[in-house]
């Protein structure tokens, strides 16, 4: 990675958004794998969140994807719903994944992610959900809910 040029790697990871800001994390991340830990991406999530421009949700997706080791990936809509829903209430990603580790059964973690950013991208939208075609409407509280389809 740091035979390649920031120009480079803008232009292959350039569908993501803040595609500049990245690269340059990217190659700084590398530098500091090579110099810290041996070239070897830690497998704790601690460890990671040493690394500058990876944060929680990040280092859970290393260690759930790259390591098989259970964590919870919380992102604007795993935050989003686990409120709306009721399940947690919390102002913060962070407090919702320690709210989600205390809760959710373990075997469930992993999947969680993956499960309702599809469903907040399609179903539970941010601005008016469509409550009318949910699968789960009968179990949500609509917490913050002020309008939907």
């Known amino acids: ?5 920031p120009r480079r790697i803008e232009t292959l990871i350039y ?10 994390v990217i190659l700084g991340i590398c530098r500091d794998l090579l110099a810290r830990f041996g070239g070897r991406v830690p497998d704790e999530i601690d460890a990671l969140l040493t690394l500058k421009g990876v944060g929680r949700k990040t280092a859970n997706l290393v260690v759930t994807m790259g390591y098989d080791k259970p964590g919870i990936c919380v992102d604007t809509h795993v935050h989003r719903i ?16 320690m709210a989600l580790r205390a809760r ?3 075997r469930y973690w992993i999947g969680y992610n993956d499960l309702l950013v599809a469903f907040g ?9 469509r409550c009318s075609t949910c699968p789960v409407r ?3 509280r609509r917490v913050g809910v002020r309008s939907s389809r």
């Open 121 to 129: 991208q399609n179903v539970c939208t941010p601005i008016s959900p």
């Open 1 to 5: 990675m740091l035979t390649l040029s």
């Open 138 to 140: 009968t179990l949500c």
């Open 82 to 97: 686990s409120n709306r829903l009721g399940y947690v209430r919390t102002r913060t990603p962070e407090e919702t994944e």
């Open 104 to 106: 959710l059964p373990r």
């Open 15 to 24: 569908p993501v958004g803040f595609y500049r800001t990245k690269a340059r």
